[in-house]
């Protein structure tokens, strides 16, 4: 999986809690890509089983892709902690180098750290870290 991919699903996911259709447009508009490159990735994620198309909701994750977001937000919010409590950094700087470490560290660095950690249940944004294999559960909007 590329971090380009994670980034869409991501993206995707944080549509969906906002909102009840997810188009192209919305994509573009938050990944800050043109239409036709949403296009080409959805066609991937589509080809990967990893997005469901619906007329009326537009874009859905399955079941594998809630999954892939869900590990992606705890490892993100999982740094984010640790970036807080251990290395000094602020809540205002800790989203852009989480986003740069959530693609690059390991399943079992994430368990280490988690354990260091203590095992949190929420980033210092009050974000819900996901235990190990659950899905992340936050606001969503009915369908």
Known sequence: MTPNKEDYLKCIYEIGTRQEKI???EVAQLMQVSPPAVTEMVKKLLAEQLLLKD???GYILTDLGLKLVSDLYRKHRLIEVFLVNHLGYTTEEIHEEAEVLE???SDHFVEQLEK???FPKNCPHG???PAKGELLVEKTIPL
Do not use: E, Y
Request: proline share 0%; no cysteine.
């Open 116 to 118: 260091l950690l203590h």
């Open 127 to 129: 974000g819900t870290i």
């Open 103 to 105: 693609h690059t560290v």
């Open 23 to 25: 188009t192209n447009k």
């Open 55 to 57: 007329r009326s909701v």
